[in-house]
């Protein structure tokens, strides 16, 4: 079963615009939801995770229960914004395995 | 620190050869992961491990096996390769316990093709 999913392959931006990358998730318990980035010839790396509520890059994501949606959001895109993003669910805490959708990437163009 | 290493970053094997795809964290993490992601799909997690000695299988763990005899290393065996192991693999680690936030530190990446 499709535990994320993440709706969009490809996503084309103008730089200073509003970017939302889409992350819908299927689980019955209380979800642990992570965002993670991978730049260009750089390795995948958290870039921000629910619990922690926190603006990192300018970019933020709220966890919606009721929509099962954690969406990624930045109100104004800059160049070194391109990249792949995966949002994460975590299915056993205790050994924090994550499960992935299957990215989007993200280009933010001049 | 160098973090997560793992080695090789590119092999080709032929159908039925064996390999072993190595990974280490100078990190002291309690917990690692091997995953593989294929053309266009999410990581999937292969196996897993938090500490030494313990390993647990994850979502695909066929055709492969790990062992873990020390913490920093975790290395993922391919025994009889297939076609449809052609993928690319990453190693991840995380702090295990009280100080675990969740997060993985990933390896580069290991691209092999089976053919």
């Known amino acids: 079963a499709q535990r994320v999913t993440q709706p969009e392959k490809l996503l084309s931006v103008f730089k200073g615009a509003p970017v939302e990358l889409k992350c819908n998730y299927s689980?019955?318990?209380?979800?642990?939801l992570f965002w993670y980035v991978q730049y260009s010839r750089q390795r995948l790396q958290l870039l921000l995770r629910?619990?922690s509520r926190e603006s990192i890059k300018g970019f933020t994501a709220d966890l919606n229960k009721g929509e099962t949606s954690f969406h990624l959001k930045k109100p104004f895109a800059q160049e070194e914004d391109s990249a792949m993003y995966y949002c994460?669910?975590?299915?056993?805490?205790?050994?924090?395995?994550?499960?992935f959708g299957s990215g989007t990437q993200l280009t933010v163009l001049p | 620190n160098a973090g997560v290493t793992q080695t090789p970053k590119f092999r080709i094997l032929k159908i039925g050869q064996s390999m072993t795809l190595q990974c280490t964290q100078d990190?002291?993490?309690?917990?690692m992961y091997w995953y593989r992601q294929d053309p266009g799909m999410g990581l999937k997690l292969i196996y897993y491990?938090?500490?030494?000695?313990?390993?647990d299988k994850g979502e695909v763990p066929n055709g492969y096996n790990v062992s873990r005899s020390t913490t920093e290393d975790f290395p993922l065996r391919l025994e009889l390769a297939a076609p449809s192991q052609t993928s690319v693999y990453f190693c991840?680690?995380?702090?295990?316990?009280?100080?675990?936030?969740?997060?993985?530190?990933f390896g580069e990446g290991s691209r092999l093709t089976v053919l």
């Open positions: 689980y019955s318990g209380s979800p642990e």
């Open positions: 994460a669910l975590n299915l056993v805490r205790a050994a924090r395995q994550l499960t």
């Open positions: 491990s938090v500490g030494a000695g313990i390993t």
């Open positions: 990190m002291n993490h309690n917990y």
């Open positions: 629910h619990i």
């Open positions: 991840a680690s995380s702090r295990g316990g009280a100080g675990n936030t969740g997060e993985l530190f």
